[in-house]
């Protein structure tokens, strides 16, 4: 899952170098703390939020196939 998160992510942004991602495991749960460059946030979030809801369905999908649960934080 966390190489999946990385790939997208370096791939959505402008700075890949800058993309740093934190992994905890909390309750059952997956939380991935993604941090990115000040600039490069509204890139991964989108309009209305939209980029970032496709970005946590496909994750919420990988973690499921492989019988977890995940959650994602975007940290700019």
Do not use: Y
Request: proline share 1%; no cysteine; net charge positive.
């Amino acid at each position: 899952m966390k190489e999946f998160v990385e790939f997208i992510a370096k791939h959505l942004v402008d700075k890949p170098d800058a993309v740093a991602l934190d992994m905890q495991e909390l309750e059952g749960k997956t939380v991935f703390k993604l941090k990115v460059a000040e600039n490069d946030v509204g890139k991964l979030i989108g309009r209305k939020g939209r980029t970032a809801s496709a970005f946590r369905v496909l994750l919420r999908a990988v973690a499921a196939k492989e019988g977890k649960r995940a959650i994602l934080d975007i940290v700019g």
